[in-house]
């Protein structure tokens, strides 16, 4: 016997046996035959028909035959279905009408073929027309057959039948296909016999069984056909899994004022709720509800018309959503006070309503906690956080014109506002002016914060994701592109220009953080928050529940058994309370150096920096103490009962310090202009500065070389924290205090400088006569450091993975730069798969962070492990950090909802698995 190339939709429990599980129903009877099978198991009345195998049409790509068995197969399938409908193919009495449908295992909408009304023939037509009483229908329904016979069987272009369709019109002075009558069709369908003939060389065939086998046959073709082949290269769909061939009898919705047709969701697609949605249409087929050509009626109207149908429809849609555990969009028929299902299929839904079907789902038994958190993805979440674009908007716009430049998407969300040029215009016009505000410069520094805060959105020309610009973008939640190298900012001429297209200072722009796009010109958001959304808080407390389960991990000494925890980067106490509400159970990165940033704090600094002396530079710190202790006080608060990890002064000091070149311009004036009179301390100051230049700062004086040079900034700091954490203690607060060096290289380095800030953290405790909890721990942000981390563990109890610099070192890319030269180009090339500065590099830095806790945990077990560079807020890297056994990962306040989500996925993706055997 040859082998089984056919499966009637009854027999999906042998296709099951055959190919072993679902997957291989899907793979052997593609998507669309094993959802009706599959339907039909479930009792849903489908309109019988069978599907031919992807492997048949693999046969059939290799020889250009059929393979031995097929034909007769679908043949004695066919008479099956005859049997079922009580109608018989070809008869013109009672004619079975069917189509043949494209269907591989995923969906290529409208990439292969796919024709309707087989069966139809000079005589069955006339048989029909007076069957159904119906003749227009009749014939409507033969030219339809001509039409996709000739365009898709033989390839004729469209032209040849929609010219002689328009002529037609033309002639009767009709303007719509609605117009045409009975006759009318009649007529055209001798014009199409006519074109087909002369174009195909040959008759249209009257034998039905022929236009069957030659449908099935340019069905199989249609999968090698250039845009099936375009689309699959465009997706990743191999080439070798082929698409099966669905022969499904026709039902029509346009037999009269008891027939119909309609789609609709289970729950409302765009806000979750559970209610049906849907239109419907009496006497019309499916096209017609689609191409809304005439107005359909709300699906619940089919109460009154129809009462039964309706109740049987509800009865089968509930069932369906029962049967897939998902909200289903359908496509049905009714022929005749019949229904048909034709197509269920899970629905496309917005954020919104992804998060609360989930839920509700949950909520109602229908599928467990865990399946509604992994259904919900975090781009899901992100969207629902932060302003969005109104995408019809977005899409007007767009077709008008209005599209500027593209840039790399650095912090999510919408922003509208007027452009200006540096950050005490943009705060000037948003504070006195009450502008809404963007902010635009080439690239911004430490000093252009307040213009960034004050703003509703950041656009940059250079940097890339982990720019300054980036990352304090995001710490803040503003929508944020940066590295839109196409913009060519003239800060002279107060403009921008691409292409010609110029956005002077004050005009109207639109920036999409979400997908890097800029426009010109106001586009509509639209804005929610997290504590109204009652649904995704409820997802997020199970993700949390997820994440502390016992042994959901499994490694060597030391390592977690439970999954990640999230925990922020908050530099302020409004921002640590905002990432608190949003879930964090603790700051992985405070940047100390921010604070000195701030307008009464700065000349002390620079003060400090100057200082020749030991001595002075104390006397100066002395007087940032007090501003430091308080704002670690406000931390340790907002915090209370939670780990706050601070990290010691990180950035070159040059960067506190005014810019030389404007400096320099200043000082030539006055010489020029022959002004004296404060000369003398700007040219000092300026020498002072020449003498803080560096080639390469970030690999220069900095981080932890810094506190060795100078250690008395962070003994002050060091200071600072542990009166705080004494005075919160004494409040009653909950401190747990944990001091970060950056920037180590090698252990030596913490040999000199700990154990000086360890005797000041004891000093300062027993001067306050309290107690509590601390650390002392290192960032990693050096490959040495990963390298050599059995050594740096000896003294450090914790390790912090800063991979901003550890991806920048480890590559040699600079993180500033890399983006707006080469690392686009790299990406779209192929060099590189994604952008390592958003998503961590698995096989260098991340091999070297695994290394790095292997050896950290063999000297010291209970060693924590943290990540703190902008990976930690993005899924796939935080996936990583469960794999190989961080403890927690942090991110900036906005991104804490979205890492708790990817927490989660991560557990229950690799659930109980060892680290070791994860990887
Ligand atoms: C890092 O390098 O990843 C990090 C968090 O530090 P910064 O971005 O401040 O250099
Ligand atoms: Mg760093």
């Not at 039909?40 to 009345?45: C, E, F, S, Y």
């Not at 907002?638 to 310090?657: K, N, Q, S, T, W």
């Not at 311009?665 to 230049?693: F, P, Q, S, Y």
């Not at 900095?702 to 705080?724: D, H, K, N, T, Y």
Request: aromatic share 8%.
């Amino acid at each position: 016997m040859s082998k089984k190339w056919v499966y009637l939709f009854e027999e999906v429990a042998e296709a099951e046996k055959y190919a072993g599980d679902w997957e291989g129903v899907r793979a052997l009877l593609g998507g669309k035959g094993s959802g009706l099978a599959d339907m039909t198991r479930a009792g849903v009345p489908v309109p019988p028909g069978f599907t031919v195998t992807t492997e048949a049409c693999n046969e059939f790509r290799k020889t250009g035959k059929f393979p031995d068995g097929q034909w007769e197969q679908q043949l004695a399938a066919l008479k099956e279905v005859e049997k079922k409908t009580g109608k018989k193919f070809g008869a013109p009495n009672n004619p079975l009408l069917v189509s043949c449908r494209s269907g591989a295992k995923f969906s290529m909408p409208g990439m292969m073929n796919t024709i309707l009304n087989i069966g139809l023939n000079d005589e069955v037509v006339e048989g029909l027309s007076k069957l159904t009483n119906n003749p227009r229908f009749a014939w409507d329904s033969y030219r339809r057959l001509i039409e996709m016979f000739g365009t898709t069987v033989f390839g004729l272009d469209d032209e040849v039948f929609e010219h002689p369709l328009a002529d037609y019109k033309a002639k009767r002075g009709y303007k719509l296909d609605t117009e045409m009558t009975a006759e009318d069709w009649k007529a055209l369908v001798g014009i199409f016999k006519e074109a087909y003939k002369k174009h195909v060389g040959s008759d249209f065939p009257q034998d039905v069984y022929q236009q069957l086998e030659l449908a099935t046959k340019a069905v199989f073709e249609s999968w090698m056909g250039k845009r099936a082949v375009d689309y699959r290269r465009a997706t990743n769909i191999p080439d070798d899994l082929g698409t099966a061939v669905n022969i499904v009898t026709m039902v029509f919705g346009n037999m009269g004022d008891d027939s119909g047709t309609g789609v609709a969701f289970t729950r409302n697609p765009s806000t979750g709720e559970k209610k049906m949605m849907g239109d419907y249409l009496l006497n019309a087929q499916g096209e017609d509800v689609v191409a809304g050509i005439r107005n359909a009626d709300p699906i619940e109207n089919m109460q009154k018309t129809m009462p039964e149908v309706y109740a049987q429809f509800m009865d089968i849609t509930e069932k369906l959503e029962k049967h897939y555990k998902e909200m289903q969009d359908v496509e049905f028929t009714i022929e005749r006070g019949r229904l048909w299902m034709l197509q269920t299929r899970n629905g496309k839904r917005t954020a919104k309503a992804a998060v609360k079907i989930a839920a509700d789902m949950a909520n109602e038994g229908l599928i467990t906690k865990e399946e509604a958190v992994l259904r919900v993805t975090p781009e899901n979440v992100d969207s629902l956080l932060h302003p969005q674009f109104d995408d019809k908007a977005k899409k007007e716009a767009e077709k008008a014109g209005a599209f500027f430049a593209k840039g790399v998407n650095a912090s999510p969300g919408a922003a509208v506002g007027q452009a200006y040029f540096d950050a005490d215009t943009a705060e000037k016009m948003a504070k006195e002016g009450k502008q809404e505000v963007v902010m635009v410069r080439p690239f911004t520094k430490p000093d252009d914060v307040h213009g960034m805060i004050a703003a509703k959105g950041v656009l940059t020309s250079e940097g890339g994701a982990t720019s300054h610009a980036a990352v304090v973008a995001r710490q803040f939640g503003i929508p944020c592109v940066v590295g839109a190298s196409a913009i060519k900012i003239d800060l002279e001429k107060r403009q921008m220009v691409v292409d010609g297209k110029v956005v002077k200072e004050g005009e109207w722009i639109s920036v999409d953080g979400t997908t890097g796009e800029v426009f010109v010109g106001q586009i509509p958001t639209t804005s929610p928050s997290l504590e109204e959304q009652t649904e995704l808080m409820t997802l997020l407390t199970w993700a949390d529940e997820i994440c502390a389960r016992d042994g959901i991990r499994k490694g060597p000494k030391g390592y977690p058994t439970r999954g990640l925890q999230v925990w922020t980067n908050a530099d302020y106490p409004k921002d640590a309370r905002r990432a608190r509400s949003y879930g964090a159970v603790g700051i992985g990165l405070c940047r100390t150096e921010h604070m000195f940033f701030e307008p009464e704090r700065l000349p002390i600094v620079q003060k400090m920096i100057l200082a020749s002396t030991s001595e002075e530079r104390t006397e100066q710190l002395n007087k940032l103490l007090p501003y430091q202790r308080a704002d670690f006080d406000g931390l340790f608060e907002a915090m209370d009962g939670y780990p706050v990890i601070i990290r010691l002064i990180d950035p070159p000091l040059h960067e506190f310090m005014p810019d030389e070149e404007a400096l320099l311009e200043e000082v030539i004036t006055m010489r020029v202009k022959g002004e004296t009179k404060g000369l003398k301390e700007k040219e000092d100051l300026l020498k002072a500065i020449r003498n803080l230049h560096e080639s390469n700062p970030m690999m220069g004086l900095r981080g932890v070389r810094l506190s060795i040079a100078m250690p008395e900034i962070v003994e002050m700091q060091v200071r600072a924290i542990f009166e705080a954490a004494a005075d919160c203690t004494k409040r009653g607060i909950v401190v747990k205090p944990e001091v970060m060096i950056p920037l180590t290289g090698t252990v030596k380095e913490l040999e000199w400088i700990q154990p000086r800030l360890e005797r000041i953290a004891s000093a300062v405790m027993e001067e306050k006569g309290v107690q509590f909890e601390y650390k002392f721990g290192t960032m990693i942000e050096i490959p040495r450091a990963a390298v050599t981390a059995g050594e740096i563990a000896k003294l450090a109890q914790f390790f912090s993975f800063g991979t901003n610099d550890l991806t920048q070192m480890t590559y040699g890319y600079s993180r500033d730069d890399a983006e707006r030269n080469f690392l686009v180009t790299y990406v779209e090339q192929g060099i590189l798969a994604k952008n390592p500065f958003q998503t961590l590099d698995r096989e260098g830095v991340g091999k070297l962070m695994d290394w790095a806790i292997s050896e950290g945990r063999k000297t010291r077990p209970d060693l924590e492990v943290g990540i703190c560079g902008e990976h930690g807020g993005d899924p796939e890297s935080i996936e990583w950090c469960h794999m190989i056994g961080n403890n927690y990962v942090s991110c900036s306040p906005f991104r804490v909802p979205i890492a708790r989500l990817a927490a989660a996925h991560a557990a229950l993706k690799h659930s109980g698995k060892s680290i070791a055997e994860d990887k």
